[in-house]
């Protein structure tokens, strides 16, 4: 498998509230990653739910394997890229023009036990 293509990295220092720290560290445990990985997954997830542009594709398999989390982890990052999908679809559908319906397909049917 080819590797991605390599992101410029910068090293940024900021100030946050000691519990936001330990949320970090105790998210970054579980989900075996070091809490600056923990940090940039949240902030690209984050802004792309608000409308950002990802750095990786987390529907792409190779990018997390989920195999070795617990299940419960499992399903919350599956809900958390499913509402993601949503909310980027919902976005796109609220941009399209409106449907035209002047002229609606015949809505009436009949179940076949109707007489």
């Known amino acids: 498998m080819a590797k991605p293509p390599a992101v410029e990295q910068v090293q940024v220092n900021f100030r946050m509230p000691s519990e936001l720290r330990d949320k970090i560290k105790e998210s970054a445990e579980k989900n075996n990653r070091s809490m600056n990985a923990e940090i940039v997954v949240a902030l690209e997830m984050f802004l792309g739910v608000t ?25 919350r990052r599956i809900v958390q890229s499913s509402a ?17 319906i002047s002229n609606p397909p015949d809505s009436s049917f009949h179940f076949d036990d109707e007489k």
């Open 51 to 75: 409308g950002g542009k990802s750095l990786r594709d987390y529907n792409d398999r190779a990018t997390f394997d989920l195999s070795g989390l617990p299940e419960e982890e499992q399903l």
């Open 84 to 100: 993601q999908t949503m909310y980027e679809e919902l976005k796109k559908s609220l941009r399209a023009p409106p449907a035209d």
